[in-house]
Nanobody
Framework: VQLQASGGGLVQAGGSLRLSCAAS????????MGWFRQAPGKEREFVAA????????SYADSVKGRFTISRDNAKNTVYLQMISLKPEDTAVYYC?????????????????WGKGTLVTVSS
């Protein structure tokens, strides 16, 4: 599967953004999907994951209650709705997919990655 993230940009603290990730191919619904981020000078970290049928989701503690992951299998797209953004949310955000992992196991990484989209939150 090929993944392309979009929707990043510059936003003030407290603002909102919605990221999208479009997937190619006809097997999108068989992938657990996730979002990760990498801030300048830091390692890439898990943000959120969603199961194939969207029944299960998992979030990093740092974004729980502020970010919501969702997916539309008919559109081959996964979303990340971000509200109450903080300067520490500034990072390049990557979407990822994997057929073999659960939403919990996705925290350890996923097989397929898209190019990232930059989110900058100003204070």
């Amino acid at each position: 599967v090929q993944l392309q993230a979009s929707g990043g940009g510059l936003v003030q603290a407290g603002g909102s953004l919605r990221l999208s990730c479009a997937a190619s191919g006809r097997t999108f619904s068989t992938y657990t999907m996730g979002w990760f981020r990498q801030a300048p000078g830091k390692e890439r970290e898990f943000v959120a994951a969603i199961s194939r049928s969207a029944i299960n989701t998992s979030y990093a503690d740092s974004v729980k209650g502020r970010f919501t992951i969702s997916r539309d299998n008919a559109k081959n797209t996964v979303y990340l709705q971000m509200i109450s953004l903080k300067p520490e949310d500034t990072a390049v955000y990557y979407c990822a997919g994997d057929r073999k992992v659960s939403t919990v196991a996705a925290r350890g990484g996923m097989d397929y990655w898209g190019k990232g989209t930059l989110v900058t939150v100003s204070s």
